[in-house]
């Protein structure tokens, strides 16, 4: 675990990542899978929803606006990136001692 921690570590100092960790405080998310939202220059917004051997890519107006609230509830309900990256750090911090 402490290696897969250090490696999210070293992701998040890249100029194309910012990670939030969700707290098992904030509660059940309700999100049954995971999302992509995808952001075009010449296109409107998708939406890819994955799950346990499935993908599905969403193109309805609705269905990405709903998949927007729910990500922005989340991200509002997450860590703020420098709180989770100090949560991070003192995670592997204890796995390694």
């Known amino acids: 675990m402490a290696r897969q ?3 999210v570590l070293h992701l ?5 990542s910012v990670v939030q960790v969700l707290p098992f405080s904030a509660g059940a998310h309700g999100m049954p ?4 939202l995808l952001d ?7 939406v890819y929803a994955e799950g346990y051997g ?3 890519l969403i193109e309805s107006p609705a269905e990405v606006q709903a998949a927007t609230l729910a990500y922005d509830l989340l991200q509002a309900a997450a860590l703020s ?3 989770s990256l100090s949560w991070l750090r003192s995670e ?3 796995l390694r001692t």
């Open 81 to 83: 990136p420098a709180e």
């Open 33 to 36: 899978s995971s999302i992509t």
């Open 92 to 94: 592997l911090e204890d």
């Open 40 to 46: 075009f220059l010449d296109a409107p917004r998708a």
């Open 54 to 56: 499935t993908g599905q």
């Open 12 to 16: 998040a100092e890249g100029p194309h």
């Open 5 to 7: 921690i250090a490696h």
